[in-house]
């Protein structure tokens, strides 16, 4: 016993030494997850879920987030006062969808005017499918600004939720590229398209969500878009079929920009911000009584961070 007493320090020592390369892989790895700060050379687009705004949530925090997320331009969904979210940001300037569904939640444009100016804003309300779900907006952006990059057409969608819902996601698939390569392209080319919003890649019946992407990718592809690849892997939570106070990480927030233009598709990455990157869309524990600040204080979506080669040199608000 005494004999193995004199090698217990050096054998642990050696341990931590041929660990530490796994040990620094692993802090890199989780630290690659959080979304790196605005760019001068990029410009900032904040596509967010926000779960039936405003209703219980915590407008501070969401203020918090927006101030360190520092984007150009918020492309949001599920927006049912609109006006609660303007006076986050009076200094904006802003754009809500006239219609929103049954259920009346708006998509939004905000965009900070001393960085990009919005014009040409186009409510899709082929999208809405006879007015059950959300239409699609888009919006002619252009970056402002000494060595800003060049303009493109912003398109924010909210598809068909749920499961039961991908047939119907199915149709809204074919009205989109009809809006892709008919309303847009003629007027604007498709290499200057970018597109952000909840797609709800959830599957179906009998169809696994990963397929759903799968099947969503080739008809993208058909107009000339490609999928972003997302940081971490999710971009949002449900409570799951237990209901035991478990949340699971999905990605049903996807963007798209075209296969042949920049960014190189090595950049082409999607950073998922507030609680998708503080828990590193590992499985959450949060109930009623020990809630998470952001999945139930603001949105079970998380912020999903896209920036695009070509900012101005102005600072963010």
């Not at 984007?71 to 009076?90: G, H, K, N």
């Not at 970018?194 to 990963?210: E, I, K, Q, R, Y």
Request: some cysteine.
């Amino acid at each position: 016993m005494r004999a193995w007493s004199r090698w217990r320090l050096p054998l642990a020592v050696a341990a931590l030494v041929c660990s530490y390369p796994a040990l620094r892989h692993a802090a890199l790895e989780h630290q690659g997850r959080t979304v790196p700060a605005a760019g001068h050379d990029h410009l900032r687009v904040v596509s967010w879920n926000l779960r039936n705004f405003p209703g219980t949530h915590d407008l501070d925090r969401l203020r918090e987030h927006l101030d360190e997320l520092a984007p150009a331009v918020l492309a949001a969904q599920e927006v049912r006062d609109p006006e609660a979210l303007f006076a986050l940001r009076p200094q904006w300037r802003w754009h809500t969808s006239e219609t929103g569904g049954r259920h009346d939640q708006r998509l939004v444009f905000g965009w900070d005017p001393t960085r990009v100016d919005l014009h040409d804003i186009v409510e899709h309300r082929q999208l809405s499918m006879g007015g059950k779900v959300r239409p699609g907006l888009s919006a002619w952006v252009q970056p402002l600004g000494r060595n800003a990059g060049s303009a493109f057409r912003l398109v924010n969608v909210h598809l068909k939720a749920t499961r039961d819902g991908l047939p119907m996601r199915r149709q809204q698939w074919a009205v989109l590229t009809r809006i892709l390569g008919e309303s847009l392209a003629p007027s604007h080319r498709m290499h200057d398209v970018l597109l952000v919003g909840d797609f709800n890649v959830a599957g179906g019946t009998s169809t696994p969500a990963t397929a759903e992407l799968r099947q969503l990718e080739r008809v993208l592809a058909s107009v000339g878009l490609g999928v972003w690849a997302s940081n971490g892997g999710c971009t949002a939570y449900w409570e799951g079929s237990r209901r035991d106070s478990w949340w699971e990480p999905s990605r049903l927030d996807l963007a798209w920009s075209p296969i042949t233009s920049p960014p190189d598709p090595d950049q082409r990455v999607a950073w998922s911000g507030a609680h998708c990157a503080r828990h590193a869309c590992d499985p959450v524990h949060a109930s009623e009584h020990h809630p998470d600040p952001d999945l139930q204080g603001i949105s079970d979506h998380c912020p999903v961070v896209i920036d695009r080669p070509g900012g101005s040199q102005r600072h963010p608000s």
